[in-house]
Every structure is written in C-alpha cells, then in structure tokens.
C-alpha cells in the first residue's frame, strides 16, 4: 500500500521535473489535440492534430471568403490549445476582434508584423523553438520546401505548434501546390449553410479538405463551422435533426443569440 | 571629514555662492533656466559678456521676483535697480508695483534655481573635484583639500570658477576657509571679492561680521541682537553656558562648527554614471565567436554592476573600437529591465553579423544606456503552474523586426469597427471587446465599394451586389446593426450612420457590408454601399 503511495509520488515528482526542464510549461499538453469530431478524428493519421508538428492551411480559390476560412480553421485549432499564441501577419487585414469571436481573446495572442515571408518564417521558427508558447501562426505567400522542414524541425525541438496559413497571390497560383514538410495539409472553401425556418443567418459550413497528410490519406468533409471556442462540428444529417437542434442549441449559443437579438 | 574638510594645508572648503540673476554692474539678467537663452543672446549682439552688461544696465527695466508667503505675494528678489528705487524683499507686490508702474514681475522658480545649482553641482563634481555639495538654496561647497594645486592654487581656482561662472551668466561670489561654516560666512558677508581666510583665522575674520553669518535661524538671531549681541565676535565673547541654557545648543554648535571647534560633515552629491563593461584585447579580434565570446565578458562584468546598483538594463550599446579607429555600434533593447547574462547575449550575439570588423577590434565596451529599477523577484516553487516567461521571446523577435511591429492588438472603446482596436505592448494585458456582435476576421480597409447592388430598403440585407466585377447572389442574410458617427471626433459625422448586414452569398462565402446612411434619410448617408470585412 505505502510502497503503491511511494511510486506514485516518485512519477508525479519525475514529471514536475520533466516539466521544469521543458521550460515550465507545456508539462500536461497531449501531444495530439483532436478535433472532437468522431468522423473527422478517425480519417487522421494521428487521431488529432500533432502537437510538435507544422499543418498547413489555404484557401482553395483566390476569393476572400477561403482565405477567412482558412484563417478561421487556423484560429480555431490555436484556440483550443491552452497558452499563448504568436501570430506573424504578413499583411494587414487581420482583425482581432474577429479572432476574439473565434475563441482567441486578445490576452492570448502576440501579433508580430513583418514585411516579407523570409522574415515571418524566421520570426516563426523564433517563436516555436522558445518552447512557452502553445502554437505559431504564420502567414506566407510562398514557403519552399526547406522553409517547411526547418519549421518542422523548430516545432519538434520547442514542442509546439506551428500552423501555416498559405494565402493566395495575386498571380493565382495554388500555394499549396509547392511541395512541403508539413504533417496536414489542409484546404478550405466556404460551403452553403442550412437555410434557417426564419430570416436570418445560420451557423456557417465549410468545404474541408484534407489533402496530404503523413501516414494517411485524403479525404473531404463538409464541417459546420468553429463556435466561440474554436470547435469544429459535422452537419447533423435530415434523419438526425431533431436531436440536432438541441446539440446545435448548446454549440452555437451565441450565433443563435445574436441573430435573435439582431 | 573633519579632516578632509581641513585638508593639510588647512584650507579645504570653497563656498560658491551663485546668486542668478545679479550682475556686479546692476544688470538684471534672468534667473533659472530661461538663464541659457537670454545670455546667448547677449553674447551675440557684442562681443563679450561684460561689455553687453554696461550697456544692458542703462536701459535695465526693474524687476523682481515674486514668492508666496501665506496668502499674500511679496517680493522675493529684486535686482538693484529696483533695489535703487525703494523696492525691498519682502515688500508686498502690490506695494512694488504701486511705487514703480514700470515694474517687470515675474513669479520666482525656486525648483529650477535648485535644479540648475545641482547640474553646477555635478559639473563641479566632473571637472573641477571629488568633494561637491550643495550648502543651501543659492551655494554650493567644493572640497578643495589635495586639489587646489592641479588648478594652480587657490586664488587661480576662484578665478576660473568666478570666470566660469560669468560665462554662464551668473553673479558669483567666492571664499575659501577651512570650515564649511566659515566658507559660507565670508562668501555672503565678507567684504572683498574673494578672501582667503588662513586656517586658525577664523575666529578674528569672523567678528566684526553680523550673527546671520553663521546660519542661526532668524528667530535666535533676533533675540540675540535684543540682547545687544550684533556680530560674531559679541557672540565668542559671551560666557557660554548662558548661551546653551537661552538659546539652545543650535547657536552654540552653528558657531563652533564655523570656529573649526567641531566637525561639519558635508553630503557630496553623487553622479550617477551609466553602468558600463570594458575590455580592452591583446590581440585584435575579427571572428565571430571571439566577438561573442567578448560579448559573453562584458556582459558578466556588467551584470555584477548592475546587480550593485540594483538595476536591471533596458537598452544596451555595444561598441567596437577597431585598430584603424573606427568604431561600430550595436544596439538591443529589453521589454522588461533585465540583468541576466544568457538573456542579454541572446540579443546582442545575432547581431555580430552587422558589425564589420575591418581590420579586428581591439576593445570593446558595453553600456547601459537605459536601466530601471530591478530587485529581486520570486521564482515559482515545484507543482505550481507558472505562466511561461515571455520576455526572451519578445525580446529577441522585437530585436528582430523592429519594437513597434511586436504588439498585442487590445480593444478601445468605439462602435466604429476601424477604431474599435488599438496596438499595445506585447507583455501589457489588454482589454477584450464586447462579445455581442459579429465580427468578421478579415476586415477591408478601406472598405470595397460595391455596384447594382439590389436591395430592399430600408432595414433589408441586399439580395444581389456586385464587388470588383464578381456578382454575388445572397442567399442569406442578417442585420442592420446600426452603428452612429462619431460626432465629437468630426462635424462631418454628426448625422452619419452605418447600417451593417452579414450576408452569405450563393457559394456560402460570408461578408459584412454596410450602407452608408439609414436607408430613409439623407442627411445620415448617401446610401452607398460597401464590403467592409469577410467571415468565411
């Protein structure tokens, strides 16, 4: 009995330990943060996204409403890790009471602001190899297959997230047809939402994509998408609405709210 | 101290007494720090100070100097012109002003006299002597024990310091004792202009001058002149028990301490110089390791200063003095003041690769430029949860792009969206927004006109627009959120009103749009329409 008592506070001491030596933080972090969506979770290699790992995300066309949902997706996975965040904007339309609504209040997240990608992928691998912080967010134009792994080797020695947004050019090429380092891959468009029985304006979908991954294959989905605290949902199907009404009650609580009160 | 004061040749103290604003020849200058400009201007217009004072002081305009006693205004200074005309200290102004219409009034700067008597305190300090205090509001003591010679004797030293001290505009006067007491005495009763008083002289050079010499409060001087007791000398003669039993021990002590019967301890002002490392190299040096590697010494021989003095740095300047003279700097800032050695050799060692070092370097000094305060703080104990310290973070980022490009984004209390948003400092907390409303997360600025748009007003979402030549049928759509101008930044925004929709288009795609004006009134907008921000 005492000896059980003894082993137990010898692994809880190992792991305080451990924890001083990462850097104080971090000690509890799952190395996987899964989506909490049963069909999403299991088409992944990891069941979740990689802690240390890079993931990448763009738009899948040039138009503004990709490119937010992108941001949106990126937002929403920093949301639900517990810490800081290290934005690294390359332009200047990001707007932060948006990413508040996201699930990323404005205590959580550091923006740094730099005028060309070579910059914001150093600052980037900066940030991930500090070690605190809960994840990275980048955006770049262009990021080359080195770029890629040096942030994937910067997120594995600092045990922390990098998400790199892959916003579209002007030139319309597809940025994520450069080849890259990153563990998912992910592109997004947004999709028609469930017309509402009244006015108004309903919870927003997406078309999500996963188009590499590593140790896994592709696969697509049309996600309801993130609430207030950045969780991703499945748009319940005909034959499962009603019990979806009030699942979609407590998840989009504020969504519902607002358009009640407006 | 007494010792030093005395020094050995006896003779120690110089009492400067600057009294600003009088000229020896009547001219009223200016007091306090307007002094700068007025005397450049002088200067200017002739060629020399004295020269510019003659002809000054015939057309001097009296003036004196105002100061509160109570509730009532009275004279504080007045220069000898007014003093010519019947104008004394302590007079009511109104007084003054009644007998002299003509009368230039100014209001006395007493905390500015004081600061620049402590700046000629510290320049005292660098050139002239290790030993400076300043006495009371208009003098200062400057310890000449061991120094008088490196100036070439203590008459050519008061000669520089009155020369000095003219250049910069003020009347000075000057004495040299050995005690503070008796310095103090003689600059502002002596009679000549410079008297060097021999050591053991101090009694008789005192006698014949009034009781104020010897900084007794003016209340015991009072009571001592209705005794008959007028000048120092009456004071050595009376029996001193009598004395102490009256008076008290002040007078007694203030008189000894002028005789040299007892010690006077004088406060040296200190000057706080800017912590700094140096290291000069037996060799010169060109590679980058040895750079970081000095780097790596300076900064454990500066934070061993810093600790001392228990600052921490906020700005450091590294400079590299080549072979062939040159030198080249380096600069790093800390969010926080910081004296951690690893921590600030992470700011300063990638930076070598700007430094060009020629033909190698051959000393190299750090400063710290800027410090603040910095005791000591708690380091968290096992099991308890700390937030992660940032500061290295922020540091070597904000070193990397630029101070001001390294922020939090924190709210402001607006309706407008553009203005609802202001940039903070990235280890400052900042305010949240009120979470009621929908935000987009990329907002347009300026906001993209839109064209044919179709819409039914006045309170309904458009049903068609069309932005940079893309048509967009919306399939749904929510609002108005009215938002008013602001009409205390701008006029122009008295009336207006933005009526803001989140609409979804056919491909799902959301935006937030807005109609300039309320859909009824003119006067609040001209009913155009514009994108001003995306959701998804």
Same mark, same amino acid.
């Given at each position: 009995?005492?000896?059980?008592?003894?082993?137990?506070?010898?692994?809880?001491?190992?792991?305080?330990?451990?924890?001083?030596?990462?850097?104080?933080?971090?000690?509890?972090?799952?190395?996987?943060?899964?989506?909490?969506?049963?069909?999403?979770?299991?088409?992944?290699?990891? !069941?979740?996204?990689?802690? +240390?790992?890079?993931?990448?995300?763009?738009?899948?066309?040039?138009?503004?409403?990709?490119?937010?949902?992108?941001?949106?997706?990126?937002?929403?996975?920093?949301?639900?890790?517990?810490?800081?965040?290290?934005?690294?904007?390359?332009?200047?339309?990001?707007?932060?009471?948006?990413?508040?609504?996201?699930?990323?209040?404005?205590?959580?997240?550091?923006?740094?602001?730099?005028?060309?990608?070579?910059?914001?992928?150093?600052?980037?691998?900066?940030?991930?190899?500090?070690?605190?912080?809960?994840?990275?967010?980048?955006?770049?134009?262009?990021?080359?297959?080195?770029?890629?792994?040096?942030?994937?080797?910067?997120?594995?020695?600092?045990?922390?997230?990098?998400?790199?947004?892959?916003?579209?050019?002007?030139?319309?090429?597809?940025?994520?047809?450069?080849?890259?380092? +990153?563990?998912?891959?992910?592109?997004?468009?947004?999709?028609?939402?469930?017309?509402?029985?009244?006015?108004?304006?309903?919870?927003?979908?997406?078309?999500?994509?996963?188009?590499?991954?590593?140790?896994?294959?592709?696969?697509?989905?049309?996600?309801?998408?993130?609430?207030?605290?950045?969780?991703?949902?499945?748009?319940?199907?005909?034959?499962?609405?009603? !019990?979806?009404?009030?699942?979609?009650?407590?998840?989009?609580?504020?969504?519902?709210?607002?358009?009640?009160?407006? | 101290?007494?010792?030093?004061?005395?020094?050995?040749?006896?003779?120690? *103290?110089?009492? *400067?007494?600057?009294?600003?604003?009088?000229?020896?020849?009547?001219?009223?200058?200016?007091?306090?720090?307007?002094?700068?400009?007025?005397?450049?201007? *002088?200067?200017?217009?002739?060629?020399? $100070?004295?020269?510019?004072?003659?002809?000054?002081?015939?057309?001097? $305009?009296?003036?004196?100097?105002?100061?509160?006693?109570?509730?009532?205004?009275?004279?504080?200074?007045?220069?000898?012109? /007014?003093? /010519?005309?019947?104008?004394?200290?302590?007079? %009511?102004?109104? &007084?003054?002003?009644?007998?002299?219409?003509?009368?230039?009034?100014?209001?006395?700067?007493?905390?500015?006299?004081?600061?620049?008597?402590?700046?000629?305190?510290?320049?005292?300090?660098?050139?002239?002597?290790?030993?400076?205090?300043?006495?009371?509001?208009?003098?200062?003591? $400057?310890?000449?024990?061991?120094?008088?010679?490196?100036?070439?004797?203590?008459?050519?030293?008061?000669?520089?310091?009155?020369?000095?001290?003219?250049?910069?505009?003020?009347?000075?006067?000057?004495?040299?004792?050995?005690?503070?007491?008796?310095?103090?005495?003689?600059?502002?009763?002596?009679?000549?202009?410079?008297? &060097? @008083?021999?050591?053991?002289?101090?009694?008789? %050079?005192?006698?014949?001058?009034?009781?104020?010499?010897?900084? #007794?409060?003016?209340? /015991?001087?009072?009571?001592?002149?209705?005794?008959?007791?007028?000048?120092?000398?009456?004071?050595?003669?009376?029996?001193?028990?009598?004395?102490?039993?009256?008076?008290?021990?002040?007078?007694?002590?203030?008189?000894?301490?002028?005789?040299?019967?007892?010690?006077?301890?004088?406060?040296?002002?200190?000057?706080?110089?800017?912590?700094?490392?140096?290291?000069?190299?037996?060799?010169?040096? %060109?590679?980058?390791?040895?750079?970081?590697?000095?780097?790596?010494?300076?900064?454990?021989?500066?934070?061993?200063?810093?600790?001392?003095?228990?600052?921490?740095?906020?700005?450091?300047?590294?400079?590299?003095?080549?072979?062939?003279?040159?030198?080249?700097?380096?600069?790093?800032?800390?969010?926080?003041?910081?004296?951690?050695?690893?921590? @600030?050799?992470?700011?300063? *060692?990638?930076? $070598?690769?700007?430094?060009?070092?020629?033909?190698?370097?051959?000393?190299?000094?750090?400063?710290?430029? %800027?410090?603040?305060?910095?005791?000591?703080?708690?380091?968290?104990?096992?099991?308890?949860?700390?937030?992660?310290?940032?500061?290295?973070?922020?540091?070597?980022?904000?070193?990397?792009?630029?101070?001001?490009?390294?922020?939090? #984004?924190? /709210?402001?209390?607006?309706?407008?969206?553009?203005?609802?948003?202001?940039?903070?400092?990235?280890?400052?907390?900042?305010?949240?927004?009120?979470?009621?409303?929908?935000?987009?997360?990329?907002?347009?600025?300026?906001?993209?006109?839109?064209?044919?748009?179709?819409?039914?007003?006045?309170?309904?979402?458009?049903?068609?627009?069309?932005?940079?030549?893309?048509?967009?049928?919306?399939?749904?759509?929510?609002?108005?959120?009215? #938002?008013?101008?602001?009409?205390?930044?701008?006029?122009?925004?008295?009336?207006?009103?933005?009526?803001?929709?989140?609409?979804?288009?056919?491909?799902?795609?959301?935006?937030?749009?807005?109609?300039?004006?309320?859909?009824?009134?003119?006067?609040?907008?001209?009913?155009?329409?514009?994108?001003?921000?995306?959701?998804?």
């Amino acid at each position: 009995m005492s000896n059980i008592a003894r082993t137990e506070r010898l692994d809880a001491l190992r792991d305080s330990v451990r924890a001083i030596e990462r850097g104080g933080a971090g000690a509890e972090r799952p190395p996987v943060l899964p989506f909490g969506v049963a069909g999403i979770d299991e088409r992944l290699a990891d !069941g979740g996204i990689a802690g +240390a790992a890079l993931h990448e995300a763009a738009g899948a066309d040039a138009g503004m409403g990709a490119d937010a949902a992108a941001t949106l997706f990126l937002a929403g996975i920093a949301a639900r890790l517990t810490g800081q965040v290290l934005w690294v904007l390359s332009r200047r339309d990001l707007f932060a009471p948006g990413l508040q609504q996201a699930g990323l209040p404005p205590d959580r997240v550091i923006y740094a602001e730099t005028g060309q990608d070579a910059d914001t992928l150093a600052v980037m691998e900066e940030g991930l190899r500090h070690g605190s912080l809960a994840a990275v967010i980048g955006e770049v134009g262009r990021a080359g297959l080195t770029a890629t792994r040096r942030l994937q080797l910067a997120a594995e020695a600092g045990g922390t997230t990098a998400l790199l947004l892959r916003r579209w050019k002007r030139s319309g090429a597809d940025p994520l047809a450069e080849p890259s380092a +990153a563990a998912t891959r992910w592109k997004l468009a947004p999709a028609p939402s469930a017309p509402l029985p009244v006015a108004g304006i309903g919870r927003a979908r997406w078309q999500l994509s996963l188009v590499r991954q590593r140790g896994g294959d592709i696969f697509d989905w049309t996600v309801e998408a993130n609430d207030a605290a950045g969780r991703l949902a499945l748009p319940a199907g005909i034959r499962d609405r009603a !019990g979806a009404a009030d699942r979609s009650a407590d998840r989009g609580a504020g969504r519902a709210g607002r358009r009640v009160a407006a | 101290m007494d010792a030093r004061i005395r020094g050995k040749d006896g003779r120690g *103290v110089t009492a *400067v007494v600057a009294r600003p604003g009088y000229d020896r020849e009547g001219a009223f200058w200016q007091t306090g720090r307007e002094l700068g400009g007025i005397v450049k201007r *002088v200067v200017d217009r002739s060629s020399g $100070i004295a020269a510019a004072a003659a002809r000054t002081s015939d057309v001097a $305009i009296p003036l004196i100097l105002t100061v509160r006693d109570g509730t009532r205004v009275v004279v504080g200074h007045a220069c000898p012109a /007014a003093r /010519a005309l019947g104008i004394r200290v302590g007079m %009511a102004t109104t &007084m003054a002003r009644a007998m002299v219409p003509a009368l230039d009034v100014r209001d006395a700067d007493p905390g500015g006299v004081a600061a620049d008597l402590h700046r000629l305190a510290l320049f005292a300090l660098r050139r002239w002597t290790p030993g400076v205090a300043v006495s009371d509001a208009d003098g200062l003591w $400057i310890d000449l024990s061991g120094v008088a010679h490196l100036h070439g004797g203590e008459a050519r030293f008061c000669r520089r310091v009155l020369r000095f001290c003219a250049r910069l505009g003020f009347t000075a006067r000057i004495a040299v004792a050995g005690t503070a007491g008796a310095a103090h005495a003689l600059t502002r009763f002596g009679g000549h202009a410079a008297p &060097m @008083l021999e050591s053991g002289a101090e009694a008789e %050079a005192l006698a014949p001058l009034p009781i104020d010499a010897l900084r #007794i409060d003016p209340a /015991a001087a009072d009571r001592l002149r209705r005794l008959g007791v007028e000048t120092v000398g009456d004071l050595i003669a009376m029996p001193r028990a009598p004395l102490n039993r009256r008076f008290g021990a002040t007078v007694l002590r203030r008189l000894d301490q002028a005789l040299g019967r007892v010690a006077e301890p004088i406060v040296p002002v200190v000057a706080q110089a800017v912590p700094f490392a140096r290291l000069r190299l037996v060799e010169p040096i %060109a590679t980058a390791d040895a750079i970081a590697q000095v780097i790596g010494d300076l900064l454990a021989l500066l934070v061993v200063e810093l600790a001392a003095r228990g600052l921490g740095a906020r700005r450091l300047e590294l400079r590299c003095e080549r072979v062939d003279g040159q030198a080249q700097m380096v600069r790093a800032g800390t969010a926080r003041p910081n004296r951690d050695a690893a921590h @600030l050799a992470r700011l300063l *060692v990638p930076k $070598i690769e700007t430094i060009d070092p020629g033909f190698g370097i051959d000393a190299m000094t750090i400063r710290a430029v %800027a410090s603040e305060p910095l005791g000591a703080t708690a380091i968290t104990t096992i099991g308890e949860d700390a937030a992660p310290d940032l500061t290295i973070l922020v540091d070597l980022v904000a070193g990397r792009v630029g101070t001001h490009r390294l922020f939090r #984004i924190g /709210a402001v209390e607006s309706d407008v969206p553009e203005r609802a948003h202001a940039r903070a400092a990235p280890l400052s907390p900042p305010a949240a927004w009120p979470a009621a409303w929908p935000r987009p997360v990329r907002l347009l600025d300026p906001p993209q006109r839109l064209d044919h748009v179709t819409a039914l007003l006045p309170d309904h979402a458009p049903r068609r627009f069309s932005c940079r030549g893309h048509v967009h049928d919306v399939a749904h759509g929510d609002g108005p959120e009215r #938002i008013y101008g602001e009409w205390w930044r701008r006029a122009g925004e008295a009336d207006a009103v933005r009526d803001y929709f989140q609409v979804e288009d056919a491909s799902g795609a959301r935006y937030w749009i807005f109609r300039r004006g309320d859909g009824v009134d003119g006067r609040t907008g001209d009913m155009s329409w514009h994108m001003h921000g995306v959701f998804a």
